[in-house]
């Protein structure tokens, strides 16, 4: 039914109408009575529609279409927190890295800012190769969620960018207690990053976790044989290769 029909210039009836649809979960045949009640004249009436109206949107998948609502009200200065959070979502997802820095740079200065923003803002940064950003709210976001094993991940991968090895380093030990494989790839990296600082005996430890885990494991299995034979553990080194030969 048109907005009209149902409730003929009455705004007010045309926005209970839309809410009482929504709470029904008819977003689709709401839209119409929202879009009736923001011609309205008073400004509570056109705020509680428009936000309502945006609500509905997200429901139905009207992605594109909520962006550009929202990024209108982020234009005239009256886009709220969560919005501007919800904004950098939807654009962060579309990986619009840098369409997502501004809203969620305004959600991060909330006071009650949290972790979801924290975090998609440090890799937004890091995408767009900004790692000295990228590290500072990666770090707030690890402040706030010290168990996520993505902030602990990408860290370790902003860190090795800024030459922070010792720090990449100690972020890759930490994503591979987190890690649901058991840590299997973080600790592949963790023994080529030991590998590059010299320690071969670290490499060594990590790369037979690895090894124990996955005997099929080709790559792991030659460097960790490589790294015996160069410590003239040759018997250890055969036993390696013969493993490998075996699976």
């Given at each position: 039914a048109r907005a009209e029909a149902l409730?003929?210039?009455?705004?007010?009836?045309?926005l209970e109408l839309a809410l009482m649809l929504s709470r029904d979960g008819r977003c689709a045949?709401?839209?119409?009575?929202?879009?009736?009640?923001?011609?309205?004249?008073?400004?509570?009436?056109?705020?509680?529609a428009g936000h309502n109206r945006l609500r509905c949107l997200l429901q139905l998948g009207r992605e594109d279409e909520a962006i550009t609502v929202m990024q209108g009200w982020r234009d005239a200065g009256s886009l709220e927190p969560a919005l501007s959070l919800e904004l950098g979502r939807l654009l962060w997802i579309a990986e619009d890295w840098e369409?997502?820095?501004?809203?969620?740079?305004?959600?991060?200065q909330a006071p009650d800012a949290?972790?979801?923003?924290?975090?998609?803002?440090?890799?937004?940064?890091?995408?767009?190769?900004?790692?000295?950003?990228?590290?500072t709210h990666l770090e707030a976001a690890r402040?706030?969620?010290?168990?996520?094993?993505?902030?602990?991940?990408?860290?370790?991968?902003?860190?090795?960018?800024?030459?922070?090895?010792?720090?990449a380093v100690r972020e890759m030990e930490a994503?591979?207690?987190?890690?649901?494989?058991?840590?299997?790839?973080?600790?592949e990296a963790l023994a080529r990053a030991y590998l590059e600082k010299g320690d071969t005996a670290q490499a060594e430890t990590h790369l037979r976790e690895v090894f124990a885990a996955n005997p099929?494991?080709?790559?792991?299995?030659?460097?960790?044989?490589?790294?015996?034979?160069?410590?003239?553990?040759?018997?250890?080194?055969?036993?390696?290769y013969e493993t490998l030969v075996k699976h």
């Open positions: 409730a003929p210039g009455n705004a007010h009836l045309q045949d709401a839209m119409e009575l929202y879009d009736g009640a923001l011609e309205n004249e008073d400004a509570a009436v056109r705020e509680l369409g997502a820095v501004g809203p969620l740079e305004d959600a991060a949290g972790f979801p923003g924290r975090y998609m803002l440090g890799v937004a940064h890091y995408k767009l190769g900004r790692f000295e950003a990228a590290a402040a706030l969620k010290g168990d996520d094993y993505r902030t602990r991940r990408t860290l370790a991968a902003v860190y090795d960018k800024l030459g922070r090895r010792d720090d994503a591979a207690k987190l890690g649901g494989d058991g840590g299997t790839r973080d600790r099929k494991d080709e790559k792991a299995g030659l460097s960790l044989g490589a790294i015996l034979e160069k410590g003239k553990r040759l018997d250890e080194a055969q036993g390696v």
